[in-house]
């Protein structure tokens, strides 16, 4: 079993996410919310997590995106 990615970090896997999913830095806890987009980086509300662009990181921290953990993320 690889330890490279812990049960709910994203790790660069689109397929585990929805439009709506919200993701937290594993390092400074910074929420991105897809409702709400990202003013620093100037990304526009509605734009979902696995549509950020390639070189965005936490805007506060400058975690990388893959480091992200996934959060309330509904199951049924
Ligand atoms: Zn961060």
């Not at 490279?4 to 993701?23: R, T």
């Not at 991105?32 to 921290?61: K, M, N, R, V």
Request: hydrophobic residues 25%.
């Amino acid at each position: 079993m690889s330890d490279e990615h812990l049960p709910g970090s994203y790790g660069g896997d689109n397929d585990k996410l929805s439009p709506a999913s919200k993701l937290e830095c594993k390092i400074c806890w910074y929420v991105y919310d897809p409702s709400a987009g990202d003013d620093c980086w100037q990304i526009p509300p509605g734009t979902a997590f696995t549509q950020l662009p390639e070189h965005w990181s936490c805007p506060q921290c400058q975690g990388r995106k893959q480091d992200f953990l996934m959060i309330g993320e509904p199951h049924d």
